[in-house]
């Protein structure tokens, strides 16, 4: 959000600071510092510094970058409160963080606070102060051993000095977490492998500002931009997402001067005025958007749709004459926290009589002195902005009207408050670490003598905590924290004051995608309509025309033609045109209907099936002391016509319009319920196979591995290994319904696109594999004695099923739309009846027609199956 300066500025900056800063002896142990760095800070001891860098004056010289031996500091003015109160917040959490036992027990922290004074180099300054520390002279052990001066810095406020000193801090691994510089190109890990950020990236705002647009069906907007990284990166954003994700095209884009130039800035109204968009999107700073509004009033351009991004959203610096103009404006805007307790901590400041402002604690005294009009004695040069009067520190602040301690809307004090508590979480996760089950080499734990950046860096990568405010806090791959944003809208109340009201936000959460919550019935609209206005290029084309793109025009903007034959749109997919081409009519659909009569023969066959399952189950259950039912496990003989029955019935999912649920259920109901049937199959071969060998001399220990635990268990590991199949497939790439216009131009083919390939097949192959080794078990055991005959009938059933499911295979991929879901229906239903038919036929036929072989003599002599 800094005005980006020039590259070979920064490298001769960074050249400057890394290489005169230090003077090394190559013969010595030591180093000697060639100069201080004088900066206005504010400090504390403690056993772990946190390094901080706020903004807390808005106007500064150019920062004298050579080392003297007299003391010199930048001379900055006009105090930022916003910015001393970010300061403030970040001494009261690691305040916070001494006084709770749970967190770094035993441990105390301390910091090191410096003004950026909004100047790049006075930032870099204090940056390399921080990581280099202030001795004058540093004796070198052999190993380089001893806790840095600062394990982490919790900064910079802006995108364009924490790029650049991000770019250093990453060579060393020293973690920088930002809680203000939102820039997509920090998320790169190869440029800045070092840095986190608690505000969500811009990249995430510039989709959130899309999906606005979505919503209110704004496909036509123009786009200001500050020329700085900030600006810069949102607008390749906007130009490569705004299409694909939202459906709109930019009118304009225009760059804001960071001076006052009127000429530029009228060219840019001028270009809003004439433009046919109505929304204006706005990604600048509160500076240039001021500069910008005091030109809109000239003009008195009205009747615009404002979207400010986060830099501006408050509404801090809009003047009076400008409301007519913003009101309804909708911003983004930083996640509101509340930080129980800072408002008592605020109160307790109190200036240093004894310290002038160019010793070490100097951000209280010149706060005090600018909210008091005083001076702390004797005057400092260039720090005081009024007053001649000496300050006593017993002034009582209480009685001050000062947003500082204006708690309700705490916005990047939140985001700087997250920022510390990540660094001490990170912190306290290393220092748990058990000796020889560490994370590093050899297993070896981090220690805080002896404490690497790089080690602190695998824990922030881990870091996962929630505030008190119930936000989840946590860094991905990019070392950007979960999003979330407010959605803000500017109301302009009857009597002329203002109000920011929250009517919505957008986040993304460990589970979710990008997710947009409006309120719309709060949102004010500065229209006289009192309703969102509409901003398109072109609007829809009529019946029997259809859009024609304009050459050298966004895609946004087109011509209505008459349409050719069978169409009227080239977006419009559900309709068709009539004979006659003047109007659209629905195009007709297609799918695996209940009240098509292959619906209904499916249905019905399927609906047969089941009530057979449950009558063989009847029956098996009221004979279930008959030697038949009893002699042939009959607990696996349960299970499996229950497995047959959800065969059954699963291929009910086939039929009807493609849903979302059915979709993912169909296919995974129908391999769950065939592998249970097909392993129940396999247990019952392996246990006559078991049986066989046991009533052989020697073989009676066989049986032991085949009792009723072993196959139970055995069922039910076959079964879940499918069952993960099924969920692995479902999470990583679901099966979706899907509307299919390639078979027929004037038809649509509802159908169900299996998301993975890979991962049916896999599906569909372990069934495959269990039913061959069914089915080779069977066949070997085909010529066994005719009292373990049942081998016979398991195998005929496992050839009718493999049979079914190889002519399934080229059915099924040459079959197009509904016929395609038909032939896995009937193969479900072939299958299944075929197992049910050649596996209880028999028994039932005996049970039922042939009482009197259901006895035990004539199962051990002759078998059911002769």
Known sequence: MRAFLGTSFIFQMLYFCLFSDVSFSLYSSSCHSQGPFYLNGMHKTGDVIVGGLFTLHFISTDPDLSFTSEPQQPQCYSLDIIGFRQAQTMAFAIDEINRNSNLLPNVTLGYSLYDNCLQLGIAFRGALTLVSGQEAQVTLEENCAGTPPVVGIVGDSFSSSTVAISTVLGLYRMPLVSYFATCSCLSDRQRFPSFFRTIPSDDFQVNAMIQILKHFGWTWAGLLISDDDYGVHAARSFHSDLGPAGGGCLAYTEILPWDDDSTELRRIVDVMRKSTARVVIVFSNKGLMVNLMKEVVRQNVTGL??????????????????????????????????????????????????????????????????????RIAPPPAGWVEAGGKLCTGQEVIENVENELFDVSN??????????????????????????????????????????????????????????????????????????????????????????????????????????LTLDEDKIFWNFESKQPPRSVCSESCPPGTRMARKKGEPECCFDCVPCSEGKISNTTEDFWSSPQRDHCVPKKTEFLSYHEPLGICLTTTSL?????????????????????????????????????????LCSLLFIGRPRLWTCQLRHAAFGISFVLCVSCILVKTMVVLAVFRASKPGGESSLKWFGTVQQRGTVLVLTSIQAAICTVWLVSASPVPHKNTQYHSDKIVYECVVGSTVGFA???????????????????????????????????????????????????????????????VFAILASSFGLLVALFGPKCYIILLRPERNTKKAIMGRGFGS
């Open 305 to 374: 749709q404002w979207i400010a991004s986060e830099a501006w959203s408050s509404f801090d610096v809009i003047q009076t004459p400008h409301l007519p103009y913003l009101g309804g404006t909708l911003g983004i805007s930083i996640r509101r926290g509340e930080i129980p307790g800072l408002r008592d901590f605020l109160l307790q400041i109190r200036p240093d009589l004894h310290h002038t402002n160019t010793d070490g604690n100097s951000m209280v005294n010149q706060f005090w002195e600018h909210r008091f009009q005083c």
């Open 762 to 824: 896999v599906l569909l192959g372990y069934i495959g594999l269990l039913a061959v080794l069914s089915c080779l078990l069977a066949f070997l055991a085909r010529n066994l004695p005719d009292s373990f005959n049942e081998a016979k009938l398991i195998t005929f059933s496992m050839l009718i099923f493999c049979a079914v499911w190889v002519a399934f295979v080229p059915a099924y991929i040459s079959s197009p739309g509904k016929y395609a879901d038909a032939v896995e």
């Open 608 to 648: 047969l099936g089941t009530f057979i399952c449950v009558l063989v189950l009847g029956i098996f259950i009221h004979h279930h002391s008959t030697p038949i039912v009893r002699a042939n496990n009959s607990e696996l003989s349960f299970l499996l016509v229950v497995s047959l029955k959800l065969c059954f």
């Open 410 to 515: 705490l916005r990047s004090e939140y985001n700087v408050y997250k920022a510390v508590y990540a660094l001490a979480y990170a912190l306290d996760d290393m220092l748990q670490c058990e000796p020889g089950r560490g994370p590093f080499s050899n297993n070896t734990c981090a220690h805080l003598q002896r404490l690497e950046p790089w080690q602190l860096m695998y824990y922030m990568e881990k870091v996962d905590f929630t505030t008190t405010f119930g936000d989840q806090v946590s860094f991905d791959e990019n070392g950007d924290a979960l999003p979330i944003y407010d959605i803000m809208n500017l109301v302009w109340l009857p009597d002329g004051r203002t109000e920011v009201q929250i009517v919505g936000e957008v986040k993304r959460s460990a589970l979710k995608d990008k997710e």
